[in-house]
């Protein structure tokens, strides 16, 4: 039995990732069962663990575990599950949204944008998106049930601000889901396409929420101000801290039993993604580690 694992370097450099025989113990433990894996989502692979994620055969708590609708490809769910954890977990615990509710979605074409669009029309909020290419406009504007308006911010102009006050009407918008945060005025190339944190916060209706996956986001004194005078809140989305509390494992198990069973619906439609086969995984996961590409899938 294969599985994938991470072997330290000699050095600070990047961690060497191997497809190694490894084997399950003759005795399984309390309340663990054994599951056969098809597809896995690579992320970030546990390094503390004596056992790979990504192998034939995993053990697993049974109480972790959320069945899979029959409907449902093994590949769709890997390559969806995480995105729609995150949409789930950043509309519902983080802004509390609510029918009549508008939202700014920071880039919508991405995988985790997209679920965030189609989950908040699920429940009646009024989407706005922005778009990074010309492509990805097309697409956001031919989305099924529809966005109230694609907002292009890839031909170098900054016209978010006006064009959310005119169709909010001067109010601002209750929650904004970013997609990562320019922290300077200065723009490389990696980050000209993000908004600046002033435009967010100056985006907010009073009340409002900021959802954001910046993990580095650091808050001027007038940028805090600004918020205070909005009574406007901020909080960092982490869709991992779910399993770092044993007290959160039964909303987890809702959350993770809410997403495939709204996938399954139709609800929530991810973006087919490409599946690599196991003999790829130990280069697809370096790619991955150094966020060339955010996300993958190997099917077994």
Avoid at 13 to 34: C, M, N
């Amino acid at each position: 039995m294969k599985g994938l694992y991470c072997r330290a370097g000699e050095s600070d450099a990047e961690p060497k990732f191997v497809i190694q025989e490894t084997s399950l113990p003759e005795v399984l433990g309390s309340h663990l069962v054994r599951v056969q894996v098809k597809a896995c989502g690579l992320s970030i692979l546990p390094l503390d663990s004596p056992c790979s994620g990504l192998c034939d055969v995993i053990e697993i708590d049974e109480h972790y575990l959320v069945q899979k609708p029959e409907k449902l490809s093994s590949v769709c769910v890997a390559g969806a599950l995480r995105d729609g954890l995150c949409a789930h977990t950043a509309l519902h615990t983080h802004a509390r949204m609510a029918a009549g509710h508008t939202l700014l979605v920071m880039d919508g074409a991405s995988s985790f944008g997209l679920m965030c669009i189609q989950l908040a029309c699920h429940h009646g909020v009024k989407v706005l998106t922005t778009s990074h290419s010309p492509q990805k406009h097309t697409f956001l504007e031919q989305l099924r049930p529809s966005v109230v308006k694609v907002i292009p911010v890839y031909n170098g102009s900054s016209d978010l601000l006006p064009v959310v006050l005119e169709e909010t009407g001067g109010l601002g918008v209750d929650i904004v889901i970013d997609s990562g945060v320019r922290l300077h005025e200065e723009e490389s190339e990696k980050t000209k396409l993000l908004p600046h944190k002033h435009d967010i916060i100056s985006v907010l209706g009073v009340g409002g929420h900021w959802v954001t996956s910046h993990k580095d986001l650091q808050l001027d004194p007038p940028d805090c101000r600004f918020l205070y005078l909005k009574s406007a809140s901020m909080t960092f989305l982490n869709h991992e801290v779910w399993t770092a509390s044993s007290a959160q494992q039964g909303r987890y198990l809702h959350i993770l039993k809410d997403v495939v069973e709204k996938m399954s619906a139709g609800v929530l439609r991810p973006q087919p993604e490409e599946a690599v086969p196991l003999y790829e995984a130990t280069v697809t996961m370096a790619t991955v580690q150094r966020h060339q590409k955010k996300k993958a899938v190997v099917q077994l």
